[in-house]
């Protein structure tokens, strides 16, 4: 069983920064695609962002394009996702997926999920 652990959210004045982590068990670390999404209240979850196992190739919502970064690091079994710039809109609860089968836009395309961590940007 393949378990993440998100960390890093906070509270955070608009304009700052933050970093994810999300923690992965097991040995399958690299073979999977890993992604970020994230929930505001009463919205649907919405996808952030994804990175190749490889971490060569990634792709990103256009509302956090030029803005946030995803990286991995595999030889920690971590993925990463670097926030700048941030808005009160990006508001949200964070979740990081793992081990993709699908289009990386849908959340029923990922297998496993984090527990999720509060990023809350203040005006």
């Known amino acids: 069983q393949v378990q993440l652990v998100e960390s890093g959210g906070g509270l955070v004045q608009a304009g700052g920064s933050l970093r994810l982590s999300c923690a992965t068990s097991?040995?399958?670390?690299?073979?999977?695609?890993m992604g970020w999404f994230r929930q505001a209240p009463g919205k649907e979850r919405e996808f952030v962002a994804v990175?190749?196992?490889?971490?060569?190739?990634?792709y990103y919502a256009d509302s956090v394009k030029g803005r946030f970064t995803i990286s991995r690091d595999n030889a920690k079994n971590t993925v990463y996702l670097q926030m700048n710039s941030l808005k009160p809109e990006d508001t949200a609860v964070y979740y990081c997926a793992g081990d993709l089968a699908g289009s990386y836009v849908y959340m029923t395309s990922w297998r496993y999920w984090g527990q999720g961590t509060q990023v809350t940007v203040s005006s």
């Open positions: 990175i190749t196992r490889s971490g060569i190739s990634t």
């Open positions: 097991g040995r399958s670390f690299s073979t999977y695609y």
